[in-house]
Structures are given as structure tokens and as C-alpha cells.
């Protein structure tokens, strides 16, 4: 399955702590995007990597991707209650479709 | 940032009956559309790729005549489920693809409820 996998499968901080999440995938990827849930909601886009790239950061957020063990990581520093959500890695290919990761839930404790 | 809607947002109907959601990309045109599916806190599924002016492309295991997607213009795309029975109770979710960009914008989600 390309379906991308995610560890942990649930996580919860406090506040002001970083929370890592990981995702694996199993094919070639054109891209690996990472989106945020917010209960009962649509989803918000937070970032994309492209294959060719190992790191990106907007804000307090920062995405590694490793080809060679087809994972990349999402990493919230300083965290704060309202990151309180489910997070989801998705693989990109290039028709545009997307696949979903499992996706982790984290709660920030304030 | 690009905006997607969904119509309605929450729908509660009877066994038997069908059920239209509409996905509007608001301010970009958008040749390719998405619909997902989501089970509570669960992921979401791809059920099928809507391409303007043709036939969509259903993934495995997804009935095309049970779900009718039809996506008539660059800026809208329908899901029709029809027939609805209750296990077909879910989240709906579209995205539309700007054709420009490699990012998918999604829609809120419509929550069906099949009595």
C-alpha cells in the first residue's frame, strides 16, 4: 500500500514542549504534504515537501524528508494549546492525488 | 489563501433517498477535484479523482454507481450518493487542485447522516 504511515498515534504534551510526528511511506513519492485537522473540520494545509528537498520551516513548524528510508518527520516547537489537533501526512504523486497517513492525535495541555 | 466550499455542510436523510454535495472552488479554477471519505477518528479515503469534462476515476473498491460525481465546470464538482443507506453515514470532504500549484485546497466537509 503507498498509504503513509504515522507514529505516534496519539501524543500529548504541555504547552511550551516541541511534539515530533513521523511518517513512512512504502513507493516514490513526488511530494509528501502535512495537514492539520482540527475536530469535525476540513483540513488546513501546513506545508509541502518536494522529493528533491530534505528540510523546510514556516513558523514554529519544521518538515524533514529522507528518500533513502522513505519517512520525513513534522516537528510544532513551543507548542501551544490551540496545536491541539490531528495531524496527517499524505503522499503527493504527480496526478496530484493524495494519500493519506493514519494520522496523529495531539493534545497540548496548557 | 484559495478557498473551497462544500454544500450543505451537514445533511440527516432517510434510507433510500440520495443525496447531492456540492464542491466549489470560490476563487481559482480547478481541472482536477478530490473527494474523500472519513470515518470518525479515522483517515481520510480517497473514493474517486473528478476531472472537468470527463468521467471521474473511481479508486478500488469504490461503487461508481453508488457515488455519481459529476464535475461540469471548472469550479464545481458534485457527489451524489445515492440510494443512501445508513453505513453510508461519513464525513465527506473535497479538495480541488489549482492547477497552478501542487496544493490541494479542501472543503469543510459535509457530514451525512442516513437514518
Known amino acids: 500500500s503507498q498509504q503513509g504511515e504515522e507514529d505516534p498515534q496519539a501524543l500529548s504534551i504541555q504547552e511550551g514542549e516541541n511534539a515530533t510526528m513521523n511518517c513512512s511511506y512504502k513507493?516514490?513519492?513526488?511530494?509528501l504534504q502535512w495537514y492539520r485537522q482540527n475536530s469535525g473540520r476540513g483540513l488546513v494545509h501546513l506545508i509541502l515537501i518536494r522529493s528533491n528537498e530534505r528540510e523546510k520551516h514556516s513558523g514554529r513548524l519544521r518538515v524533514t524528508l529522507d528518500t533513502s528510508k522513505k519517512s520525513s518527520s513534522l516537528l510544532i516547537t513551543a507548542s501551544r494549546a490551540a496545536d491541539t489537533a490531528s495531524y496527517f501526512c499524505?503522499?503527493?504523486?504527480?496526478?496530484?492525488?493524495?494519500?493519506f497517513g493514519q494520522g496523529t492525535e495531539l493534545s497540548v495541555k496548557p | 489563501g484559495a478557498v473551497v466550499s462544500q454544500h450543505p455542510s451537514r445533511v440527516i436523510c432517510k434510507s433510500g433517498t440520495s443525496v447531492k454535495i456540492e464542491c466549489r472552488s470560490l476563487?481559482?479554477?480547478?481541472?482536477?477535484m478530490f473527494w474523500y471519505r472519513q470515518f470518525p477518528k479515522q483517515s481520510l479515503m480517497l473514493m474517486a479523482t473528478s476531472n472537468e469534462g470527463s468521467k471521474a476515476t473511481y479508486e478500488q473498491g469504490v461503487e461508481k454507481d453508488k457515488f455519481l460525481i459529476n464535475h461540469a465546470s471548472l469550479t464545481l464538482s458534485t457527489l451524489t450518493v445515492t440510494s443512501a443507506h445508513p453505513e453510508d453515514s461519513s464525513f465527506y470532504i473535497c479538495?480541488?487542485?489549482?492547477?497552478?500549484?501542487?496544493?490541494?485546497?479542501f472543503g469543510p466537509g459535509t457530514r451525512l447522516l442516513v437514518l
Open positions: 476563487d481559482f479554477q480547478a481541472t482536477t
Open positions: 499524505a503522499i503527493g504523486n504527480q496526478g496530484g492525488k493524495l494519500i
Open positions: 513507493t516514490s513519492i513526488n511530494n
Open positions: 479538495s480541488a487542485r489549482d492547477s497552478a500549484r501542487e496544493t490541494q485546497y
